[in-house]
């Protein structure tokens, strides 16, 4: 499957730090859910990203938004990520698998270093609408290069008062 603005997201199911699941399709989100996944826990630059996200998710549920972040971690690295990293109001999904991964796009690497996972996925940032289509992506096939936290509100913002389409469909 190719993910495509304005067409229907992959499946999404996985299991949360501190409890519960995020299943993308039973989510009810006001008008858009947040997806950023990240390398795992060894990712310092993930780290930074992730924990700005998680201090701007005020602005982000006055837009309606809800986030998760999203990784191939196993869930003692989940829970240790959300602890260490203090992503208090963002949930942590974790134990995503490489069929997922591959139904997302999303570039997979090997460690090459030994602080790295043996397999993770690159970092990549879905805006998914309410009615389950995708609206942006942006997926990056290294660590550098990935939206933050204010250029992330700055778009949702703009297509929340403009009505701005999902581009990028054809």
């Known amino acids: 499957m190719t993910v495509m603005p304005r067409r229907k997201a992959p499946a999404l199911d996985l299991p949360l730090a501190g409890g519960g699941r995020f299943d993308l399709h039973s989510h009810k989100a006001d008008r858009f ?54 992503l208090n109001r963002v949930a942590v999904a974790y134990g995503m698998s490489v069929e997922t991964a591959r139904a997302w796009d999303l570039f997979l690497s090997t460690g090459i270093r030994a602080d790295e996972a043996p397999l993770f996925s690159e970092p990549a940032c879905f805006l998914i609408r309410a009615d389950g289509t995708v609206q942006f992506a942006v997926i990056n096939s290294m660590q550098r290069m990935r939206p933050y936290a204010d250029d992330i509100i700055d778009t949702i913002a703009r297509m929340v008062e403009t009505g701005e389409p999902a581009r990028g469909e054809v």
Do not use: H, P
């Not at 630059?45 to 999203?70: F, P, Q, S, W, Y």
């Open 33 to 86: 859910t947040l997806l950023m996944f990240y390398r795992g826990i060894f990712c310092r630059r993930c780290r930074g990203n992730l924990r700005e996200l998680d201090d701007k998710m005020d602005r982000l549920d006055a837009l309606g938004t809800g986030g998760v972040v999203i990784s191939m971690d196993d869930r003692d690295k989940a829970e240790q990520t959300r602890k260490d990293w203090g």
